[in-house]
């Protein structure tokens, strides 16, 4: 910002003149009091000894002069000054009114000061000293009009003084010129300081001016970027869950084709494929929760929850890749209950099981909660490779991945870097301390402290960790609601090959006719797996609805959806359905099926 200038005295004082005249003017009806109580003054001290053809006329000189300042003063608060030259001509007006006044108290002191005694002429010098002094402030930016008010003031006093032809009369005219003097130094270094201020001021008001410019240019940016914001997290929600469709149908056909042909190179492809559609689907969640996070979409609701149910679904959706591994996936302390938004720690577990499993090669995943005073430490504990510790200050930044040796697998080096970075963000949402400690060649662990919940209810019995190979279906009917061609076919094929019989409806309003035509002694369906966006805005809850309404309330249900972090896990719970995030890979919905029909599975 650029401070007015303050060498440039004409454009200071251009730009501080309608607020010198503005003071004037609220400065005069001080100046009528004064001059009232001047008068009264020498009525009081002079009137037994001036004869009325003397006061008279002097009093008359004063109220006319009085009278007119009053209606100069009226005429300027109904006035509406616009220009330079308006304001000019009103400081002129003010200027003339003065300069008057002090003519009228010369002449004062040069009619009054021979005709009274000592007191009364040290009261009339006291008189018009005091105007004189008390017009300093108003005009102390107008040098030459105060030396000429003080003149009009002193002169004629010094003079008349002088004329008495006394030595002590000479020498009080010579003092009463010194006081002039004084009185206009003293103006001077008045003027000087208000200068000063008034400069200060003018800056203060051009840097706020510039303020707010900049200020309405910063808003204006924040606007262009909450909506750039906006809309990108609209894109990336639009193209992920479109670009998730062809993925799970894709990791669907591949499974399909693994069950029809038992060839080992194809069985090798079909894992490739099925690696990197999870790792695509990895890619999209954390672009998805790293730009909501950044535009505000995500707020925290805490609440009350047993850390059992999370860990119920950690296993459930870890254990497969855990035991493909050939790693064991331990939970302990399930009893616990925390006071946090349940699905903000879910997603901070999820991102650093994650990364556990996929770094640890052999060995343990161990998912644990200790008491600490008020808080718990919910803590992942893997033993992988470990962080050096240089690193260790790193790893919570966007984008940055761990450089790990030349032994390191290749999947352990897909990503983009940001799970920890959202770990950080979300724990940060939460006010929540996120942490580590690591140690190469023994290990990692991350801890995330809670406040400790109220209130828990009784735990579940967690899942067993048997593995989740060898699902048979085999006697068993599901019914399949989607409205992608392709994704219902993968999801035929591959259930069928696990020996299920399925009924396939791409539309809710198909699913219903055959629900409302089925014949009364049918019985239910084992599971229903529905998409969960539909045909004309319907969604899969309203394919569960009127299934749940012909076959039973208990009827389990498995929704598929390509939307993360949403609403969707509270309309799960409310519904009593589970989530499943495309694109999901076979073995995920293999265990969440077995898992939903109480298979036991070889």
């Known amino acids: 910002m650029t401070p007015v200038p303050a060498s440039s005295s004409i454009e200071l004082s251009a730009s501080s003149l309608p607020e010198e005249v503005r003071s004037s003017f609220d400065y005069l009806p001080a100046q009528l009091a004064g001059n009232v109580a001047g008068i009264s003054v020498i009525l009081m001290i002079f009137w037994t000894s001036t004869p009325a053809s003397v006061m008279l006329p002097w009093l008359s000189a004063f109220a006319v002069m009085w009278l007119a300042r009053l209606w100069l003063l009226q005429r300027f608060k109904q006035a509406t000054p616009s220009s330079l030259v308006d304001w000019q001509r009103w400081r002129a007006l003010w200027n003339i009114g003065t300069l008057t006044s002090g003519a009228l108290w010369g002449a004062t002191a040069w009619i009054f000061y021979l005709r009274g005694g000592h007191v009364q002429q040290i009261a009339l010098i006291i008189t018009v000293y005091t105007f004189c002094i008390a017009v300093v402030p108003v005009l102390a930016t107008q ?7 003080s003149a009009l003031c002193f002169v004629p006093m010094a003079a008349r003084v002088a004329t008495d032809g006394t030595p002590d009369s000479y020498r009080l005219a010579g003092i009463l010129l010194l006081i002039f003097s004084l009185s206009t130094l003293l103006a001077r270094t008045y003027r000087q300081a208000l200068q000063r201020v008034l400069e200060l001021k003018l800056q203060a008001d051009h840097l706020l001016s510039q303020l707010r410019v900049e200020k309405l240019a910063a808003d204006a940016a924040r606007q262009e970027a909450e909506v750039a914001n906006r809309a990108k997290t609209q894109f990336f929600t ?40 999870d790792a695509l689907e990895g890619l999209f969640s954390e672009l998805l929760d790293i730009t909501r996070i950044d535009s505000g979409g995500i707020e925290a609701h805490p609440q009350h929850f047993p850390l059992a149910d999370l860990y119920r679904k950690l296993r459930l959706h870890f254990e497969p890749a855990a035991f493909e591994k050939g790693l064991a996936l331990r939970f ?29 090669s052999d060995g343990t995943v161990l998912v644990g909660c200790r008491r600490r005073g008020d808080h718990l430490r919910l803590q992942v504990w893997d033993t992988g490779p470990g962080i050096a510790e240089d690193q260790q200050s790193r790893v919570f930044e966007e984008f940055y991945q761990v450089p790990h040796g030349p032994r390191a697998e290749p999947h352990q080096r897909k990503g983009l870097g940001l799970g920890l970075a959202i770990v950080k963000r979300l724990a940060d949402l939460m006010g929540a301390r996120v942490s580590l400690r690591s140690q190469l060649g023994q290990g990692t662990v991350f801890t995330l402290e809670l406040p400790l919940g109220k209130q828990a209810p009784q735990a579940q019995p967690l899942l067993s960790g048997k593995g989740l190979h060898g699902l048979t279906l085999a006697g068993r009917t599901i019914v399949v609601v989607e409205d992608e061609t392709a994704v219902l076919s993968a999801l035929e094929a591959l259930l069928q090959g696990w020996g299920a019989s399925i009924l396939a409806f791409d539309t809710v309003a198909a699913c219903r006719a055959w629900a409302q035509n089925a ?44 939307s993360t972090m949403s609403s969707l896990d509270l309309e799960a719970q409310q519904k009593n359905f589970h989530l499943l995030i495309k694109p999901v890979v076979p073995n995920k919905l293999r265990a969440m099926i077995a898992f939903k029909l109480g298979v036991k599975t070889g």
């Open 143 to 149: 040098p030459r009009v105060y030396l000429l008010f």
């Open 238 to 277: 639009a193209a992920s869950h479109d670009l998730r469709q062809p993925l799970h149908a894709m990791g669907l056909f591949a499974e399909a084709l693994r069950q029809k042909n038992h060839d080992v190179e194809v069985a090798h492809l079909v894992n490739s494929i099925n690696e990197s559609v």
């Open 332 to 360: 302990r302390g399930g009893r616990h209950v925390v006071h946090a938004d349940p699905l903000l720690v879910e997603r901070i577990l999820r991102n650093l099981v994650s990364n556990a499993i996929r770094y640890t």
């Open 519 to 562: 014949p009364g002694s049918m019985p239910a369906p084992d599971l229903l797996i529905v998409d969960y966006r539909l045909e004309n805005g319907m969604t899969g809850a309203d394919a569960l609805a009127l299934l749940r309404e012909r076959f039973g309330a208990d009827l389990p249900a498995i929704v598929i959806t390509g």
